[in-house]
């Protein structure tokens, strides 16, 4: 939230706002009252101060009057008054206070998210604070110094501005913590965008993927995620069966992995598919279309991983060689997590900020990515009963999903291949030609595509990392 100025005019007793976008003027709008009529107020009333009084989230207007002493709020609805009150001593009374007394700013002192008001005495030199409840003083309290001692001070020193100097360094601390324990730009949250905004009473740095959002008052982080990722298979094309001219008994096993550091000793960072087995797929085929892989919520920064296997049913088990791959790459993941979450906790400074293309990140000589590729060429190695015809892992970044997030951008992704896929099938990834990737072996080849369907959710992301 940026401050607007507030003016007004000592001939005419108009007040006025100017909407500011940063340093330049957005409009303007005359302070009203509550009929409509332009808010034409002057001597012995003056306006002493700006802030909001009763929590709405915008600006009310502080006016004391030289006369009577009384001291006004003006709750304002934007350039509107929707309400005044007098300020209020503890027990109820009118808070008539005038000279040697003088209001000199107004400012969150409690921290509760109201405005409170400060007073100084000209003669004895005291720095005092109401903190207000609303229009009513809910209690006073004398300004001290360090050591205790009333902080009396007189001129040649004046008052002349109020401030929370201190909150941005103290809410970025609390930020940085609460981001760096669930991973950093590696977890669920994303590397972060732009820096931390002050408005409404709360704190809120952004990120790709998420949101850190802690209260003015208590300074309490609160995380969340905004995205979750829905995979589905779009369809499988084969170009070629193993036995020339013959047919494959083909199926396919789709694992989807989350390599989440605030989920390192989570069983959710891979979720493993496998399609029934088609007994007579031919060149040139098209099926397993429209079949739903899994959803991914929170995943992280580095993205979501697409491993697919294409087998040819031979004498094994399709369901035990499911369960193989499916439990190589949870072990690998949790792995890999746990690598990274232990970088967190050690505050490592590379997951603070953006760090682009992860393939090569190393702690300690490992590779946390490589992992999942590691562990299933051990597994390939030894011989399964069933052909393998090929495997790959598609890489989804998080940048990708979040810009499919868009309805137009989503919209806009699906491609078709009519003259090999017909008509009936749209994917959106791989997301070019070039990058689709023909699956082949022993003579055998086939093609997978994919729809990734981004949705906005919100949900709470814990911190799992000391």
Not at 381 to 400: K, M
Request: hydrophobic share 40%; aromatic share 8%; proline share 6%.
């Amino acid at each position: 939230m940026s401050a607007d100025i507030l003016w007004h005019n000592d001939d005419t007793n108009e007040t006025q706002i100017w909407m500011m976008d940063d340093h330049k003027q957005a409009g303007w709008a005359t302070v009203l009252f509550e009929n409509g009529s332009p808010g034409l107020v002057g001597p012995p009333w003056h306006i002493v101060g700006v802030g909001d009084f009763n929590r709405n989230g915008g600006a009310d207007i502080l006016w004391h009057n030289d006369d009577t002493n009384e001291t006004q709020i003006w709750m304002m609805d934007g350039a509107k008054v929707a309400g005044r009150a007098t300020a209020l001593f503890e027990n109820g009374s009118p808070g008539l206070v005038g000279p040697p007394w003088h209001i000199v700013g107004v400012g969150d002192f409690n921290r509760n998210g109201g405005a409170d008001i400060l007073w100084h005495n000209d003669d004895t030199n005291e720095t005092q604070i109401w903190m207000m409840d609303g229009a009513k003083v809910a209690g006073r309290a004398t300004a001290l110094f360090e050591n205790g001692s009333p902080g009396l001070v007189g001129p040649p020193w004046h008052i002349v501005g109020v401030g929370e100097f201190d909150f941005l360094a103290r809410a970025q601390a609390v930020v940085r913590d609460c981001y760096r324990r669930t991973g950093g730009s590696l977890g669920p949250l994303g590397e972060p965008i732009g820096a931390l905004r002050r408005g409404d009473g709360i704190a809120r740095q952004e990120y790709l993927l998420g949101s850190i959002t802690l209260g003015v008052a208590d300074l309490v982080p609160a995380a969340e995620t905004h995205y979750e990722a829905k995979v589905k298979l779009a369809a499988v094309k084969c170009f070629g069966t193993e036995d020339p001219g013959g047919t494959d008994e083909t199926y396919v096993v789709v694992s989807l992995t989350a390599i989440d550091p605030n989920r390192a000793g989570s069983d959710q960072l891979v979720q493993t598919f496998r399609t029934e087995i088609d007994n007579n797929v031919e060149g040139g085929k098209v099926f397993f279309k429209e079949r739903s892989i899994g959803a991914v919520r929170a995943f992280p920064g580095s993205g979501i991983r697409v491993h697919v296997a294409i087998f040819d049913h031979e004498s094994g088990d399709a369901n035990q060689i499911r369960d193989k791959i499916h439990a190589v790459l949870k072990d690998a993941a949790k792995q890999g997590a746990q690598l990274l979450a232990g970088a967190a906790a050690g505050s490592d400074p590379r997951l603070a900020g953006a760090l682009g293309d992860v393939t090569n990140f190393e702690i300690g000589g490992v590779k946390p990515f490589e992992l999942l590729t590691l562990g299933l060429s051990d597994l390939i190695a030894n011989a399964l009963s069933d052909d393998l015809i090929g495997e790959h892992e598609f890489v989804i970044p998080a940048p990708n999903i979040v810009d499919l997030a868009d309805p137009a951008r989503f919209t806009a992704s699906f491609r078709r291949h009519p003259e090999t896929l017909g008509s009936d099938v749209q994917f959106n990834w791989p997301r070019t030609d070039a990058d689709e990737v023909l699956f082949s072996g022993g003579g055998g080849s086939y093609k997978v595509y994919f729809t990734i369907t981004p949705v906005t959710v919100t949900e709470p992301t814990q911190p799992g990392i000391p």
